[in-house]
T-cell receptor, first 113, second 110 residues
Framework: DTAVSQTPKYLVTQMGNDKSIKCEQNLGHDTMYWYKQDSKKFLKIMFS???????INETVPNRFSPKSPDKAHLNLHINSLELGDSAVYFC????????????FGQGTRLTVV | GQSLEQPSEVTAVEGAIVQINCTYQTSGFYGLSWYQQHDGGAPTFLSY????GLEETGRFSSFLSRSDSYGYLLLQELQMKDSASYFC???????????FGSGTRLQVQP
């Protein structure tokens, strides 16, 4: 069983569209994250939830909206997609916020054309 | 804020030993983690140092010196499959997510 799974793995869409990425973890962790990895491989935190509560909201355009229906799921909705949103988005989870060991999903490669 | 520095690229041959350094500047430092990422794959956790000293896990070891704000990942008996990017990441008090370095691309040659 995959510990952290996110769908879809690939997403190609046109500018201006709205899209969602889903993430689920079966590790029983309390904390989930969204990270963005750009073309230079830099991994940057976007959001963090602990027990469904938003605890980190980095300087991210408000076109990005996370939603955690329960502590095992964290989805990411993106409105009005722009070319610069093209990146790999990783979902991750950990037992506690900010702990040194986090488990990552396989990533969603988003390409905006 | 936090900043981490690690070399962008390292090349080594199979069977050799390689050390990837990481220096950091943070406030409220708590610990240093290392992650491996193969091309097209997800970052996977390798090790965490919360205290000064060496942590060994098989062929991989990680070291931390808080007084020097410095750590390293040591990979021994290199194998071709070790070719990947390696990221250091800091855990700081009051910040509830890891901050990652820019990554070091390791190329293992036959």
């Amino acid at each position: 069983d995959t510990a952290v799974s996110q769908t879809p793995k690939y997403l190609v869409t046109q500018m201006g569209n709205d899209k969602s990425i889903k993430c689920e973890q079966n590790l029983g962790h309390d904390t989930m994250y969204w990270y963005k990895q750009d073309s230079k491989k830099f991994l940057k935190i976007m959001f963090s939830y602990n027990n469904k509560e938003l605890i980190i909201n980095e300087t991210v355009p408000n076109r990005f909206s996370p939603k955690s229906p329960d502590k095992a799921h964290l989805n990411l909705h993106i409105n009005s997609l722009e070319l610069g949103d093209s990146a790999v988005y990783f979902c991750a989870s950990s037992e506690r916020p900010g702990t040194g060991e986090a488990f990552f999903g396989q990533g969603t490669r988003l390409t905006v054309v | 804020g936090q900043s981490l520095e690690q070399p962008s690229e390292v090349t080594a041959v199979e069977g050799a030993i390689v050390q990837i350094n990481c220096t950091y500047q943070t406030s409220g430092f708590y610990g240093l983690s290392w992650y491996q990422q193969h091309d097209g794959g997800a970052p996977t956790f390798l090790s965490y140092n919360g205290l000064d000293g060496l942590e060994e896990t098989g062929r991989f070891s990680s070291f931390l010196s808080r007084s020097d704000s410095y750590g390293y990942l040591l990979l021994q008996e290199l194998q071709m499959k070790d070719s990947a990017s390696y990221f250091c990441a800091v855990r700081v008090t009051g910040r509830r997510a890891l901050t990652f370095g820019s990554g070091t691309r390791l190329q293992v040659q036959p």
